[in-house]
């Protein structure tokens, strides 16, 4: 078994198994509370974007990721 520690919440995932109640974006391990979180504050941070992209949902992921890791 593998010990994952959220790199948002800072908490241990019990049972880690990728994909199932964690996830790897880059080299950040997200639980999936954090990665709703994330996912609903770059839909936020989209709609404020008139520039909508896949690309631009990918830079805005990102850089809210980084900002939540803080
Ligand atoms: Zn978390």
């Not at 198994?17 to 996830?23: A, E, Q, T």
């Not at 790897?24 to 996912?39: G, M, Q, R």
């Not at 690309?55 to 990102?62: D, I, T, V």
Request: proline share 4%; with cysteine; aromatic share 8%.
């Amino acid at each position: 078994m593998i010990s994952i520690v959220c790199d948002v919440c800072k908490k241990a995932v019990p049972n880690a198994m990728p994909g199932r109640n964690f996830i790897y974006v880059t080299d950040k391990a997200i639980c999936k509370s954090c990665e709703a979180e994330l996912e609903e504050k770059t839909r936020a941070a989209l709609t404020k974007d008139p520039q909508y992209s896949l690309a631009g949902f990918q830079s805005h992921y990102l850089g809210i990721l980084r900002k939540m890791c803080g």
